[in-house]
Nanobody, 111 residues
Framework: QVQLVESGGGLVQAGGSLRLSCVTS????????MGWYRQAPGKQRELVAT???????NYADSVKGRFTISRDNAKNTVYLQMNSLKPEDTAVYYC?????WGQGTQVTVSS
């Protein structure tokens, strides 16, 4: 059974930083494409960033230059480093692998 468990969310002031973590189990992590998505109140879930098993990354235009996705195959964990946070980054952030989703972690950025 594949499980994804996110952590690292919280309340931060605009301009601050947070690092999200997603620990996985029940899957061959090193072979998986991993992604971070987010959903703000009243909005659809949207892609934030993805990383392939080879380490290639892709970002939404709104986070390019501010967010960095990375992975540690030894720890079965994917990270999302978020810098220069803006109030519009406020959302629940979800870890994703194919059809499996984590429970989400809340990120709130105050102005």
């Amino acid at each position: 059974q594949v499980q994804l468990v996110e952590s690292g969310g919280g309340l931060v002031q605009a301009g601050g930083s947070l690092r999200l973590s997603c620990v996985t189990s029940g899957m061959i992590f090193s072979r998986a494409v991993m992604g971070w998505y987010r959903q703000a109140p009243g909005k659809q879930r949207e892609l934030v960033a993805t990383i392939t098993r080879g380490g290639s990354t892709n970002y939404a235009d709104s986070v390019k230059g501010r967010f960095t996705i990375s992975r540690d195959n030894a720890k079965n964990t994917v990270y999302l480093q978020m810098n220069s946070l803006k109030p519009e980054d406020t959302a629940v952030y979800y870890c994703n692998s194919y059809i499996t989703w984590g429970q989400g972690t809340q990120v709130t950025v105050s102005s």
